[in-house]
């Protein structure tokens, strides 16, 4: 098993390194802040002082973060990943970032002899826990097989969608898909509740029919019992909607519906919404149906 180098340990980073860790690989970690560095230090990870730091301790390098500037900070900034790499290395990105990012930091690394897979996944805290997440991998094929035995400790499916970005475009795709999802799910319970029918019967009913989906059962329920912890922030996914629309500006390709639905999410920041699960988009259209 190779010495992995992890960095990043938020909602997603601290249950996929504590996976790896689980599964018997030597993990070295680093994180802004300190305290899911101490709690998998407890459970036999290393600890790194910094990007370059764990970079130089590891033979694969992964990295977990927020958007497109962390990366681009952890591994090509002052100290970084690029600093601490050597030929031979492999850097697999699980973050959500541009595609033109990742093909940017793939390029960077080449210089240095090391292979980069871009590995943005789907599914949620809840996924990343027990280690089902849906990942989509960009890069050369022979490194997604270097990586797919640690990938698939982490999820449930490990799909090679082409090269250098092309993970990042599946995942901007996967993105408009759920934001979509889940507007919808929030206006048809939203239009149940003001038409004085039961909006968890309605639900019940939907489970049973071709409107099924994990977001109709999962999120669903959390917009019935109106509980928004985050297992994904709204603000994130707007972030994601961003890449989204950005890369479709790239292409000119109109994501209208996709437009729309940034929109409904602004609309939720603005008030300060941004830590709220993402299924909290049903708080925009229950607020001006009540507002009547």
Same mark, same amino acid.
Not at 53 to 73: C, H, K, N, Q, Y
Not at 83 to 100: H, K
Not at 259 to 275: F, H, P, T
């Given at each position: 098993?190779?010495?992995? %180098?992890?960095i990043?340990?938020?909602?997603?980073?601290?249950?996929?390194?504590?996976?790896?860790?689980?599964?018997?690989?030597?993990?070295?970690?680093?994180?802004?802040? =300190?305290?899911?560095v101490?709690? $998998?230090a407890?459970?036999?990870?290393? *600890?790194?002082?910094?990007? =370059?730091d764990?970079a130089?301790?590891?033979? #694969?390098?992964? *990295?977990?973060?927020?958007?497109?500037?962390?990366?681009?900070?952890?591994?090509?900034?002052?100290?970084?990943?690029?600093?601490?790499?050597?030929?031979?290395?492999?850097y697999v990105?699980?973050?959500?970032?541009?595609?033109?990012?990742?093909r940017?930091?793939h390029?960077?690394?080449e210089?240095?002899?090391?292979?980069?897979?871009?590995?943005?996944?789907?599914?949620?805290?809840?996924?990343?826990?027990?280690?089902?997440?849906?990942?989509?991998?960009?890069g050369?094929?022979?490194?997604v097989?270097?990586?797919?035995?640690?990938?698939?400790?982490?999820?449930?499916?490990?799909?090679?969608?082409?090269?250098?970005?092309?993970?990042?475009?599946?995942?901007?795709?996967?993105? #408009?898909?759920?934001?979509l *999802?889940?507007?919808?799910?929030?206006? %048809?319970?939203?239009?149940?509740?003001?038409?004085?029918?039961?909006?968890?019967?309605?639900?019940?009913?939907?489970?049973?029919?071709?409107?099924?989906?994990?977001?109709?059962?999962m999120?669903?329920?959390?917009? $019935?019992?109106g509980?928004?912890?985050?297992?994904?922030?709204?603000?994130?996914?707007?972030?994601?909607?961003?890449?989204?629309?950005? *890369?479709?500006?790239e292409?000119?390709?109109?994501?209208?519906?996709?437009?729309? %639905?940034a929109?409904?999410?602004?609309? $939720?920041?603005?008030?300060?919404?941004?830590?709220?699960?993402?299924?909290?988009?049903?708080?925009?259209?229950?607020e001006?149906g009540?507002?009547?």
């Amino acid at each position: 098993m190779e010495t992995i %180098a992890f960095i990043g340990l938020g909602i997603m980073g601290k249950p996929m390194a504590a996976n790896l860790l689980e599964a018997g690989h030597t993990v070295v970690v680093h994180n802004r802040s =300190r305290e899911a560095v101490d709690e $998998l230090a407890a459970a036999g990870a290393d *600890t790194a002082s910094s990007p =370059r730091d764990a970079a130089e301790r590891g033979e #694969v390098v992964i *990295t977990m973060l927020p958007d497109s500037p962390d990366v681009e900070a952890v591994v090509l900034g002052d100290d970084g990943v690029a600093a601490g790499v050597s030929e031979g290395m492999l850097y697999v990105d699980m973050s959500t970032i541009a595609p033109t990012t990742s093909r940017e930091i793939h390029q960077a690394l080449e210089e240095k002899g090391v292979e980069a897979v871009d590995a943005p996944v789907s599914g949620g805290q809840p996924a990343a826990e027990s280690g089902d997440l849906s990942i989509m991998a960009g890069g050369s094929a022979e490194a997604v097989e270097r990586a797919r035995p640690m990938l698939e400790v982490l999820g449930k499916s490990v799909t090679h969608i082409g090269p250098p970005g092309a993970g990042q475009v599946a995942k901007a795709a996967n993105q #408009v898909v759920v934001a979509l *999802t889940i507007q919808a799910v929030a206006e %048809a319970l939203t239009l149940a509740r003001h038409a004085g029918v039961d909006a968890g019967k309605v639900r019940e009913a939907l489970l049973g029919g071709l409107a099924q989906s994990k977001i109709l059962e999962m999120h669903g329920e959390r917009m $019935l019992s109106g509980e928004f912890e985050p297992g994904f922030r709204l603000s994130l996914h707007r972030k994601d909607l961003a890449i989204a629309l950005d *890369t479709a500006r790239e292409e000119g390709v109109p994501l209208l519906a996709t437009a729309q %639905a940034a929109e409904v999410m602004n609309s $939720l920041l603005a008030r300060g919404d941004g830590d709220k699960d993402h299924a909290a988009m049903i708080e925009f259209y229950a607020e001006r149906g009540d507002a009547r």
